[in-house]
């Protein structure tokens, strides 16, 4: 029987941290600032002026009644986007991902999401995952995903999503993007492992 307990434990533990979306506002119904830091628990909006911009958008929700809505409207080298600051731990791997769409057609913007490792003592960045630049190809959402094992020294994920013109994607320079229902969630790690052992111990005392 305690060891049945064990393995039911790790297990729910597992799933637990399997669903544990580290994001704040994670559908975006909460507003996007632009107001500096503390850059922990909500999302923080960049641009480099002009028509680009972040903000919270009402257009095509996925669920809710809000969105994220970043654009660029005819700027050549111009950029938008929003982060978020989440608490990691090293050695960890987390994955960020969502869903993404776009009105525009032509979508002549670059598109770059990823996760920046930080070290909130000395507020320096300790590493980067490389940029993925793949676009939603149209007007229906799709689900896009990146990954990253946090690295000695880090104890922030500084997670961004963004656009630019600076790549020169089209003779527009335009593009808006809809982003909605995002998550930042840790791998099981070593519940899993415990998990299993649990359930290997379960099998040998039956």
Do not use: C
């Not at 632009?34 to 909500?42: I, K, M, T």
């Not at 922030?156 to 993007?177: E, H, K, M």
């Amino acid at each position: 029987m305690k060891y049945a307990v064990i393995a039911a434990v790790a297990g729910a533990a597992l799933a637990t941290a399997a669903n544990a979306n580290l994001f704040v506002n994670a559908g975006f119904e909460d507003p996007i600032t632009a107001d500096g830091p503390p850059f922990v628990g909500s999302w923080e909006a960049f641009s480099g002026g002009g028509s680009a911009a972040a903000f919270n958008g009402t257009a095509s929700p996925l669920s809710g009644a809000q969105h994220a809505e970043i654009q660029i409207l005819g700027d050549d080298n111009n950029f938008a986007g929003m982060f978020q600051d989440v608490v990691v731990t090293a050695g960890t791997e987390y994955t960020f991902s969502g869903f993404h769409a776009t009105p525009s057609n032509p979508f002549d913007v670059g598109v770059e999401y990823r996760i920046e490792w930080r070290d909130s003592v000395n507020d320096v960045e300790v590493g980067r995952t490389a940029n993925t630049t793949i676009a939603p190809s149209g007007s229906t959402y799709e689900m896009f995903s990146a990954s990253g094992i946090a690295p000695a020294g880090a104890d922030l994920a500084r997670v961004v999503y963004a656009i630019q013109t600076f790549s020169g994607d089209g003779p527009s320079n335009s593009g808006v993007i809809y982003l909605d229902d995002v998550s930042f969630i840790p791998a099981p790690g070593s519940l899993a492992i415990l998990a299993g052992a649990g359930l290997g111990l379960t099998r040998r005392r039956r």
